[in-house]
Nanobody, 119 residues
């Protein structure tokens, strides 16, 4: 059984920083892509950042230059370093991980962690 455990959310003032973590455990061959999404009430979940197994990254335009996604393959963990946070970054953040089982990939979601940016 696969489990994704997120941590690192919380409340911070505008301009502050937070670091999210998402650790995967369970039975799988490997992990390919790892992503962070966020969602606010009444809106669709949006992709914030993604990182491939080779380390290629892409970001939502509004977070470029402020957020950094990284991964530790030995720990099966993905991180999201969030700097210069703005009130509009307030959301529940979810990790999404693609786990490889032979010829197929299954995608799993973390439980979500709340990030609140407010003065």
């Amino acid at each position: 059984q696969v489990q994704l455990v997120e941590s690192g959310g919380g409340s911070v003032q505008p301009g502050g920083s937070l670091r999210l973590s998402c650790a995967a455990s369970g039975s799988f061959f490997s992990i390919n892509i790892m992503r962070w999404y966020r969602q606010v009430p009444g809106k669709e979940r949006e992709l914030v950042a993604a990182i491939t197994s080779g380390g290629s990254t892409n970001y939502l335009d509004s977070v470029k230059g402020r957020f950094t996604i990284s991964r530790d393959n030995a720990k099966n963990t993905v991180y999201l370093q969030m700097n210069s946070l703005k009130p509009e970054d307030t959301a529940v953040y979810y990790c999404n991980v693609g786990m490889v089982y032979g010829s197929r990939t299954n995608y799993y979601w973390g439980q979500g962690t709340q990030v609140t940016v407010s003065s």
